[in-house]
């Protein structure tokens, strides 16, 4: 399966800020996926992110608060914009790299906002 | 609204015991269901997908069911070992067609030495 590399793994950040978070996998795929896992509790998808169009958002979650780039079938960045300490949460990317249905996902990124 | 339970946040069992993990969905006809597997600081791993038309999966000690009339899943570890300790999630794909994959509550198991 995929090997998937995220930035960075943890951060602390001041409210009101913006962090760029990456995700870089070692193989091309169609389709990346961001979740949330916010303490303790499970994960919530956030958006699919497909190469050349705009990423779809679930209910709940907005692009100006979340913008997603995809600029090829490697990578991609979500950006927690204008953080306030609710978003404190491991951010994860993932991706189906068989085209089986079945989810390969980096570490997480782990963010704190004081 | 639409909902992915699992059963306990929290199961205890004994070493050898059969571990039993629920997953209860409403609101969702999907095509097939996913278990992963979670460790502290990491991500989920993968571990079986079950479709709507087999009754029964398994993997080594690892045995799934998948009742689309119950709208529920059962997870089974046999023979469980302190090394089984970890988060278990259940997932689905509302669609079928893998542009959406929704994770249940989640169950941490400790198997006990």
């Known amino acids: 399966s995929a090997v998937i590399s995220q930035k960075p793994s943890r951060d602390i950040c001041q409210r009101g800020t913006s962090l760029t978070i990456q995700c870089q996998v070692d193989s091309q795929v169609t389709m990346m996926f961001w979740y949330r896992q916010q303490p303790g509790q499970s994960l919530t998808l956030i958006a699919t992110?497909?190469?050349?169009?705009?990423?779809?958002?679930e209910s709940g979650f907005v692009i100006d608060k979340f913008p997603i780039s995809r600029p090829n079938l490697t990578f991609s960045t979500l950006t927690v914009s204008n953080m306030s300490p609710e978003d404190s949460s491991i951010y994860l990317c993932?991706?189906?790299?068989?085209?089986?249905?079945?989810?390969?996902f980096g570490a997480g990124s782990r963010l704190t906002v004081l | 609204s639409q909902k992915i339970e699992q059963n306990s946040e929290a199961l205890n069992i004994q070493e050898g015991k059969t571990a039993t993990l629920t997953c209860n969905y409403t609101?969702?006809?999907?095509?097939?269901l996913q278990w992963y597997r979670q460790d502290p600081g990491r991500g989920p791993v993968f571990l079986l997908l079950i479709r709507e038309n087999e009754k029964e999966k398994r993997k080594e000690r690892l045995k799934v069911t998948f009742d689309t009339t119950l709208k529920q899943s059962l997870f089974h570890i046999t023979a469980s070992q302190p090394a089984d300790s970890a988060t278990y999630l259940c997932?689905?794909?509302?669609?079928?067609?893998?542009?959406?994959?929704?994770f249940g509550t989640g169950t941490s198991l400790t198997v006990i030495p």
């Open positions: 997932a689905l794909d509302p669609s079928g067609t893998g542009n959406q994959f929704y």
């Open positions: 609101n969702y006809s999907p095509a097939y």
């Open positions: 993932s991706v189906d790299d068989t085209g089986a249905n079945v989810l390969t």
């Open positions: 992110a497909n190469q050349g169009s705009e990423a779809t958002y």
